[in-house]
C-alpha cells in the first residue's frame, strides 16, 4: 500500500501518489458545451479527496462529429478553453494533475448541436436504442423510454449526487 501512496512520476509529470480518476461521463456542461461550476466542484472534490491524477469526461473536440451526447464539454473555443482552465486551476490548487480525455462519438452519437450527419469508421448503425440521460437538479437520471423489446418502460433511475440510485414511476 505505501507504493501506492507515494510520489511518482507519469510523462513529465510528478503525482502526489498513484491514485487516478478514471474518465466518466457526466452531462452537466452547459448546453454549448461550456464547462461550469458543477464540473469545478466534482473535479476539485476528488483532487481535496486526494487523488494524483484526474482523467476528465470524454470531451469533444470539434464543431462537426465528435460530440456525442448533451451537456458535454467541448474544447474548442475560448470560452470552452477559459471553463477548462477554471477548472484546472481548482485541481492544481488541490494538489492534483488533471488529463483531459478527447472524444469523438463515432457511430454511438446521441446529440450532436453541430450536425446529424455521424461520422464514423463504418456504415453500419449501432443496434438498441441509446438510453435518454436528463439533468435534474436532485441528481442524474436516465429515463428508459423503451425495453430491448421495443415496449415502452416509465421507470426513472434517479441518482442524487452522493447517495443511493432510487427506481422511481413515471
Ligand atoms: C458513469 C460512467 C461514465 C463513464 N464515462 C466514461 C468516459 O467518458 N470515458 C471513458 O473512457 N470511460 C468512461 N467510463 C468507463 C470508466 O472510465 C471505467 O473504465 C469503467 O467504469 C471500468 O472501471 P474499472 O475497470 O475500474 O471497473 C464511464 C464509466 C461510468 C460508470
Sequence with gaps: MSDVMQSTRFTNQTLANRFALAPMTRISAE??????????????????????????????TDDGASQGYANQPGIINDAQIEGWKAIVNRVHAAGSKIFVQLMHAGAQVQANQYTNQPAAPQRSQTQGRATRFLWRSDGMADAKDHDHSGHPVRDQRVCPVGGQCQSRRI
Design 31 to 60: 448546453p454549448n458545451g461550456t464547462p461550469n461550476d458543477i464540473m469545478a466542484d466534482h473535479y476539485e472534490a476528488y483532487a481535496k479527496g486526494g487523488f494524483g491524477l484526474l482523467i476528465t469526461e470524454g470531451t469533444y
